[in-house]
């Protein structure tokens, strides 16, 4: 089965640049996807289809997909940014989801 | 607006099925381009997609829950419903119910989802 990859933590001093990746076989020929989630609350996304940015999301907010990486960059990363994000992929007729990031703004 | 709302009992003992219903208002479950599914998170864990409907009914199920899942649809009350059966204590989670966007060929994100409902198995 598909599996994607990301690092359990990511610590970012607040202003910076956060990125936070997510690998796996292939990856830039699937659509990657990115969510927000905040303690308690449903996951919002954030980023769709590699890149795009709902509408709501701030500017701040990017994402990439190449080779076998994926990439969410939070630039400016804000107090409010601190959450847990996943990266979700759709693969052999199944969706497959990260196995999460705890982004820290310290 | 799509909202997405789960509802169903939050204790099941251990060996019973687990049954959840979610209803959709604001937007049509009879959509082509949505797929209707279920996700769940343990506690202080990560997501874990468990399967999802499309409204002609269907079905796409995780590998590894597959021989215990059933998912339905109701097009005429506007909801998809979860059956999860045989649970243990390790199918403790919040549930959520969201609504995936899918093209012709294949399906990419998850753009609504429910508030989540916590589901316990314990005796």
């Known amino acids: 089965s598909y599996e994607l990859t990301q690092p359990p933590s990511v610590s970012v001093s607040p202003g910076q640049t956060a990125s936070i990746s997510c690998s796996g076989d292939?990856?830039?020929?699937?659509?990657v996807c990115w969510y927000q989630q905040k303690p308690g609350q449903s996951p919002v996304l954030v980023i769709y289809q590699d890149s795009k940015r709902l509408s709501g999301i701030p500017e701040r907010f990017s994402g990439s997909n190449s080779g076998n990486t994926a990439t969410l960059t939070i630039r400016g990363t804000q107090a409010m940014d601190e959450a847990d994000y996943y990266c979700?992929?759709?693969?052999?007729?199944?969706?497959?989801f990260g196995g999460g990031t705890k982004l820290t703004v310290v | 607006q799509v909202q997405l709302q789960e509802s169903g009992p939050g204790l099941v003992k251990p060996s019973e099925t687990l049954s959840l219903i979610c209803s959709v208002s604001?937007?049509?479950?009879?959509?082509?381009?949505?797929?209707w599914g279920w996700i769940r998170q343990p506690p202080g864990k990560g997501l874990e997609w468990i399967g999802s409907?499309?409204?002609?009914?269907?079905?796409y199920y995780n590998p590894s829950l597959k021989s215990r899942v059933t998912i339905s649809v109701d097009t005429s009350k506007n909801q998809f419903s979860l059956k999860l059966s045989s649970v243990t204590a390790a199918d403790t989670a919040i549930y959520y119910c969201?609504?995936?966007?899918?093209?012709?060929?294949?399906?990419?994100?998850?753009?609504?989802w429910g508030q989540g409902t916590l589901v316990t198995v314990s005796s």
């Open positions: 969201a609504r995936t966007y899918c093209s012709t060929t294949s399906c990419s994100e998850i753009d609504y």
């Open positions: 604001g937007g049509s479950i009879s959509g082509s381009t949505y797929h």
């Open positions: 979700q992929a759709w693969g052999s007729s199944t969706v497959v």
């Open positions: 409907i499309y409204y002609s009914g269907s079905t």
């Open positions: 292939k990856l830039e020929n699937k659509y």
